[in-house]
């Protein structure tokens, strides 16, 4: 076998690792936000006009310790529930940028004007890319689902289903039901592509052009640390101390401050599933923006620190604040890494087949399904 098409698969599988276990943790709650928003005063809250809302979703998703690709499930399920776009795109850019555990290992690891310049950028870009694509992305249409046949189950049968979701038990378990078994196939599908997307990507850029173009402190060296981190997955945690090989490497400060707000902020499998989810013109302005926004704050951070910046990286002098941002940020275990990885294969399947099904398929009727989506 060809070491690329090896180096390829263990890339994607790693990535798919990472990632796996924080969707289906965020499809539990996508689930709850489903069957509870749409009646609840967080969406009043979210939906009124001004920057109030704005904040409130920044300050939500940054107590979420959720890398990009998780965030995707409650951010479309906002917006299935109401939720207007801008607040929406807000909380998706903040969620990964402003996570407690990678500001604790960025004072460790990078320093405290770098981190100073990261907190203030996830603070502000949030703001921009709400603002901009509230302004300009796709207007709000009911979005195509995929075609899911589940029967009620669940304790729901019948009559008695208008019962049971009467009760907290009995809504929960139809908003789970709906996270699973209809939106989890719809962007566990595009998660994965974007995934074999991202995988190929880390594959096809050799180290050294990394290396020798963010290591130029340049305009160049900037576009090409945004137009990386915007395309590749980086664990928003992981990439604190990738970030700190850059620098010691000679990346220029402006360079790292792109890479880590680009790389937690998105990549390729967020951006795939969003572009086929919530809108086109949504996405292209996000990106554009979000990619703009770094490079502008790259700039100012080159002409802030000036030349003569040097890495302070001291692992002696780190341990301690090391050792606190990995309590902050939950490793799930390569054991449950590698079942979550196996459930999101699983859902992406699924979702092929009901695509195949919907399009060279005659529609079946609900009875052909098990409870809960078997067949």
């Not at 709650?29 to 409130?56: D, T, V």
């Not at 196939?185 to 173009?213: D, K």
């Not at 910046?309 to 390569?334: H, M, N, R, Y």
Request: hydrophobic share 50%; aromatic share 10%.
């Amino acid at each position: 076998m060809y070491p690329w098409v090896v180096q390829f698969v263990q890339t994607t599988w790693v990535i798919l690792a990472e990632s796996a276990a924080w969707i289906l943790i965020s499809l539990f709650f996508a689930g709850l936000i489903h069957e509870f928003i749409p009646s609840s005063g967080l969406k009043k809250y979210l939906n009124h006009k001004g920057m109030g809302a704005m904040g409130g979703a920044i300050a939500l998703g940054g107590v979420l310790p959720i890398c990009s690709c998780g965030v995707i499930p409650i951010s479309i399920s906002l917006y299935r529930a109401g939720v207007r776009i801008g607040p929406v795109m807000a909380f998706t850019a903040a969620t990964p940028i402003i996570n407690p555990a990678a500001v604790i290992l960025s004072f460790a690891l990078l320093g405290t004007h770098i981190t100073l310049a990261y907190i203030l950028l996830g603070l502000l870009l949030p703001f921009f890319l709400g603002t901009m694509t509230e302004r300009f992305g796709d207007k709000r249409e009911p979005l195509p689902e995929v075609p899911e046949e589940t029967p009620a189950c669940c304790g729901e049968s019948g009559g008695e289903a208008s019962e049971v979701r009467k009760n907290f038990p009995g809504r929960a378990c139809s908003g789970l039901r709906w996270a699973y078994f209809t939106l989890g196939p719809t962007i566990g599908f595009y998660l994965f592509i974007g995934i074999l997307l991202a995988g190929a990507l880390s594959v096809a850029i050799p180290p050294e052009w990394s290396a020798r173009y963010l290591g130029a402190n340049s305009f160049v060296g900037l576009l090409a640390a945004a137009l990386l981190g915007a395309s590749i997955y980086v664990c928003a945690v992981a990439h604190i101390p990738l970030v700190a090989t850059l620098l010691a490497t000679g990346a220029g400060p402006g360079a790292a401050i792109v890479f880590l707000v680009t790389g937690t902020a998105t990549n390729l499998p967020e951006l795939f599933a969003l572009y086929k989810t919530i809108g086109k013109r949504t996405v292209i302005i996000y990106t554009s923006s979000l990619v703009v926004a770094s490079l502008v704050a790259g700039v100012a951070v080159n002409l802030w620190l000036g030349t003569g910046f040097t890495p302070v990286f001291d692992p002696l002098a780190s341990l301690d604040l090391v050792e606190a941002g990995e309590k902050l940020w939950v490793s799930p275990g390569a054991l449950v890494n590698m079942l979550a990885a196996w459930a999101v294969v699983a859902l992406a399947a699924r979702g092929c087949w009901l695509r195949f099904r919907q399009r060279f398929l005659p529609i079946r009727s609900r009875d052909d399904d098990g409870c809960c989506g078997s067949d």
